[in-house]
T-cell receptor, first 110, second 114 residues
């Protein structure tokens, strides 16, 4: 959607490298979600950020929310082939309508 | 532990045919929604429902109908399929208890319109 812009659109990294995916909102963020989608499959919920400055981690994936910048970042440390897939950010601005970014395709080369 | 179940997983239709994509959830979630996913455009909301008997339009509702007669089921109907409706369709559900509940997604239906 135009409300959420993700960058980069695609990323190819060597196994073991760190990487960052950004998600920028055109509207004030009250909460932001990160999902992962394996190719040809559904979306898996990773984490949700609700407060400015909030940071959450799950295994080697860390996400932060900067409300002032209306931006969130997803950082993967020491990437592995299992991290490959499409990462999508999502936000609910109205309480009922959920918007998604266009996604970042991640390839990890062994 | 089924979660959100979508059927069928794949479907090929001819232009003008009608069909219903099924979605069922067993988590007693109030909120259900349908998205379509197209290359370079991410997921776009088609229709959503905040509870049985209540539906509303999302970002791209034209050409699609929905109904919500039960909490569990939220079918999506294509009345007269068009090639522009070739896409991957995802159904999702979430609880409305509390705020900012994440959505749970089905595995998708891959639909081709010839």
């Amino acid at each position: 959607s135009q409300e959420l812009e993700q960058s980069p659109q695609s990323l190819i990294v060597q196994e073991g490298k760190n990487l960052t995916i950004n998600c920028t909102s055109s509207k004030t963020l009250y909460g932001l979600y990160w999902y992962k989608q394996k190719y040809g499959e559904g979306l898996i919920f990773l984490m949700m950020l609700q407060k400015g400055g909030e940071e959450k981690s799950h295994e080697k994936i860390t996400a932060k929310l900067d409300e002032k910048k209306q931006q969130s970042s997803l950082h993967i440390t020491a990437s592995q082939p299992s991290h490959a897939g499409i990462y999508l950010c999502g936000a609910d601005y109205t309480g009922n309508q959920f918007y998604f970014g266009t996604g970042t395709s991640l390839t990890v080369i062994p | 532990n089924a979660g959100v179940t979508q059927t069928p997983k794949f479907q090929v239709l001819k232009t003008g045919q009608s069909m219903t994509l099924q979605c069922a959830q067993d988590m007693n979630h109030e909120y259900m929604s349908w998205y379509r996913q197209d290359p370079g455009m991410g997921l776009r909301l088609i229709h959503y429902s905040v509870g049985a008997g209540i539906t509303d339009q999302g970002e791209v509702p034209n050409g699609y109908n929905v109904s919500r007669s039960t909490t569990e089921d939220f079918p999506l109907r294509l009345l007269s399929a068009a090639p522009s409706q070739t896409s991957v369709y995802f159904c999702a559900s979430s609880s409305r208890q509390g705020s900012n509940q994440p959505q749970h997604f089905g595995d998708g239906t891959r639909l081709s319109i010839l």
